[in-house]
């Protein structure tokens, strides 16, 4: 059994800022997969599936970004599951716009969601990197962050998004590699 987390900001107000492309992950991944609908379950809301043989929990924290290592940690502790199980989706700065990059523990490397989860469970997670680009200067990160994506930027995000839940099957067998080409294959114009 694994744990997925999309991380995002509850609320419908907050559905389309890049912030929430990894809720919007999460989303595709439910629908493409046919996973259960949500539940209310560990300060976030949980969907129950399978990709391929792999049991997969999907967990969308409702406790906003900040504070989103609070949802991972009561769920990792009610599935007695390992940090390692754990696959957490998210928005990067530094990687292109629809760009997509697999890496096994690390830092939090400036993101809140990313430092939170950290906080609660260690380092020892996988991380699904989604890329949103930069605004180019660090005083305009956050009013970036917390904007809509753009109407031109509508088709790659969904591009992207289908890519994604279309190779799951990939990450959840542990074949990062392979998950990270198909879905660039997918995205090649």
């Not at 107000?13 to 492309?21: D, G, P």
């Not at 990313?114 to 956050?142: C, N, Q």
Request: aromatic residues 8%; hydrophobic residues 45%.
């Amino acid at each position: 059994m694994q744990l997925w987390v999309g991380l995002g900001n509850p609320g419908a107000q907050y559905a389309m800022h890049r912030h929430n492309i990894g809720f919007m992950a999460a989303d595709a991944i439910a629908e493409v997969h046919g996973f259960a609908p949500p539940a209310k379950k560990f300060q976030g809301w949980l969907q129950e599936g399978r990709i391929g043989g792999d049991k997969i929990l999907l967990l969308k924290p409702a406790t906003f970004m900040n504070d989103s290592g609070r949802a991972v940690r009561a769920a990792l502790d009610f599935y007695k599951l390992a940090p390692a199980d754990v696959t957490i989706f998210y928005d990067e700065l530094d990687l292109a716009p629809f760009k997509l990059k697999v890496k096994q523990g690390g830092g939090a490397a400036g993101h809140n969601g990313i430092r939170s989860t950290i906080a609660h469970i260690g380092e020892d997670f996988r991380r699904v990197r989604l890329g949103i680009g930069h605004p180019g200067h660090k005083d305009r990160v956050t009013g970036y962050v917390l904007g809509n994506f753009a109407k031109t930027e509508i088709e790659p995000l969904s591009d992207l998004l289908g890519a994604l839940a279309a190779e799951a099957r990939w990450l959840a067998e542990g074949d990062e590699v392979r998950f990270m080409n198909d879905v660039a294959m997918r995205m090649a114009p």
